[in-house]
């Protein structure tokens, strides 16, 4: 069966550093991939999505993510962090095939050091 | 900006209580959805619809019905509340059925049964 793993349930950064968020899917050929974050007490908001061409995409609040079909991976970065990207981010991909069903991950929890 | 609203942030329900979720978009999108978020369990879909009084079950649809009467208002309907039905509600609206532009999400509406 498709599915998508975050390893990371919780990760912590300090203001200004890298941020590396990953995820990885489980389906033989390419799905459409999607990253979205959550602040507390909100819904989800969409910040990149790849279904085809380049492999590296450019999102929303600097954020940038790179599809890597050998590893199965699609991670989420940003060069540099701010205390307002502290949030709830879910990785989501869709088997497009069939019912075009999006699958979504359990989410990583980021939290910002000032 | 295109919006999706829920009705309700914060609702109080007694069991066996019915209860009505009011989730309204203003994109003209024909494909609407809902999930609730557990902690540890991600999304799961409940119900979704592709059209005016259309509907199809997701992963999750018992003790829930759903209402498309118009095309911009998707109601999710619990029609005995239960104490694990408490969750958060997030309704969600795609200008396609295969999804590949990503989802609009609402703000959610958290349930609590007691």
């Known amino acids: 069966a498709q599915s998508v793993t975050q390893p990371d349930i919780h990760i912590t950064v300090s203001e200004g550093a890298s941020l590396e968020l990953r995820c990885n899917y489980s389906?033989?050929?390419?799905?459409?991939l999607f990253w979205y974050v959550q602040s507390p007490g909100q819904g989800l908001q969409l910040l990149l999505k790849?279904?085809?061409?380049?492999?590296l995409v450019q999102g929303i609040k600097g954020f940038e993510a790179e599809f890597k079909r050998s590893q199965s991976s699609f991670n989420l970065r940003k060069p540099s962090v701010h205390w307002s990207d502290a949030a709830e981010y879910f990785c989501a991909v869709v088997v497009p095939s069939g019912t075009y069903k999006y699958i979504f991950g359990t989410g990583t929890r980021l939290k910002v050091l000032a | 900006d295109v919006k999706v609203t829920q009705s309700s942030r914060y609702l109080v329900k007694r069991t066996g209580e019915k209860v009505f979720l009011e989730c309204v978009q203003d994109m003209d999108h024909e494909n609407m959805f809902w999930y609730r978020q557990d902690p540890g369990l991600g999304l799961r879909l409940i119900y979704f619809s592709y059209d005016v009084k259309m509907k199809e079950k997701g992963d999750i649809p018992e003790g829930y019905s759903v209402s498309r009467e118009k095309k911009e208002r998707f109601s999710l309907i619990l029609e005995s509340a239960s104490t694990n039905q408490t969750s958060m509600y997030l309704c969600a609206s795609s200008p396609t059925p295969k999804g590949q532009y990503g989802y609009t999400f609402g703000s959610g509406t958290r349930l609590t049964v007691v």
């Open positions: 389906y033989g050929a390419t799905p459409y």
């Open positions: 790849y279904f085809s061409g380049d492999t």
